[in-house]
């Protein structure tokens, strides 16, 4: 059973820093890329960025550039999401998320919830 | 980049009715190896999204088949043959063609 557990959210302050990571089991974590999307409570889906399975190529979405850094770590089954600089608008629900073919993406974690608030 | 817009925002229906959503892309979503790459998820209050469709019109493993996905190039449709109480929630679609992108959400709810 593929399982994506997500951990690391929490309160920051604004221009704070926070790391998220994601354990992965179930299935072989290296041969996958693997995404990051958030939602904001009560608001729609926003994917934020994915990473291949050798960990060498990282996409970002154009609003999140220089802020935000994907990586992994495929001996700990591990994807990891550094978000620097935080602001009020980051705060939502991240969800780690297993790449599908064709760009899209299939299993989702349960989130970690992000609150960036003074 | 692909825009992907959803309609209707709200959709109130009647146990046992049928229910369609649809969704339009921007761009054709057609791949180089001439297949069509786009993907339902059903998210219920309170849960995580989950994937029902695939490519277009492929049902995920335990997906009840009142659910159906249509469509090519740049308009797509899900449809649920008779709306269960079990079915409320919000519906996205997805296109992975260039940035991966959602629509907005169909919010289906029961009259």
């Known amino acids: 059973e593929v399982q994506l557990v997500e951990s690391g959210g929490g309160l920051v302050q604004p221009g704070g820093s926070l790391r998220l990571s994601c354990a992965a089991s179930g299935f072989t974590f290296s041969n996958y890329w693997m995404h990051w999307v958030r939602q904001v409570p009560g608001k729609g889906l926003v994917w934020v960025a994915r990473?291949?399975?050798?960990?060498?190529?990282?996409n970002y979405a154009d609003s999140l550039k220089g802020r935000f850094t994907i990586s992994r770590d495929n001996a700990k089954n591990s994807v990891y999401l550094q978000m620097n600089s935080l602001r009020v608008e980051d705060t939502a629900l991240y969800y780690c998320v297993r790449d599908a073919v064709g760009g899209l993406v299939d299993y989702w974690g349960q989130g970690a919830l992000v609150t960036v608030s003074s | 980049d692909v825009v992907v817009t959803q309609s209707p925002p709200s959709l109130p229906v009647t146990l046992g009715q049928p229910a369609s959503i649809s969704c339009r892309s921007s761009?054709?979503?057609?791949?180089?190896?001439?297949?069509?790459?786009l993907s339902w998820f059903q998210q219920r209050p309170g849960q995580s999204p989950r994937r029902l469709i695939y490519?277009?019109?492929n049902r995920d493993s335990g997906v009840p088949d009142r659910f159906s996905g249509s469509g090519s190039d740049t308009d797509f449709t899900l449809k649920i043959s008779g709306v269960e109480a079990d079915d409320v929630g919000v519906y996205y679609c997805?296109?992975?063609?260039?940035?991966?992108?959602f629509g907005q959400g169909t919010r289906l709810q029961i009259k």
């Open positions: 761009e054709s979503l057609v791949y180089a190896d001439g297949k069509t790459y």
């Open positions: 997805m296109q992975g063609k260039h940035w991966p992108s």
């Open positions: 990473i291949n399975s050798a960990g060498t190529i990282a």
């Open positions: 490519e277009v019109s």
